[in-house]
């Protein structure tokens, strides 16, 4: 039980980190500055695939989609599936 509830953490923080930069109007970051917040982009609640193979990964409602070399955008989920 101990293990779900790190991993829980784990989303929690991320999520907390990615709504915190969108609520900031950050729609782009930096990989490598998400990870210097304690980001951890292996872990996430669900992945979902557009029809134009674009792959976002969310933690919970917030989520990124790797753009070009260190570059990601941020979503928020309602946005993208309206």
């Known amino acids: 039980m101990q293990y779900v509830t790190k991993i829980n953490g784990f989303l929690r923080k991320n999520r ?25 982009p292996e872990f996430c609640t669900n992945v979902y695939r557009t ?22 955008a941020i979503v928020k989920k309602k946005e993208y599936l309206e």
């Not at 980190?17 to 970051?29: E, F, H, P």
């Open 16 to 40: 907390i980190i990615l709504r915190k930069l969108y609520r900031d109007r950050i729609k782009k970051a930096r990989r490598s500055e998400l990870l210097r917040l304690g980001f951890k």
């Open 51 to 72: 029809k134009t193979d674009k792959t976002y990964f969310f933690s919970y409602d917030y989520g990124i989609l790797f753009l070009q070399d260190d570059l990601l």
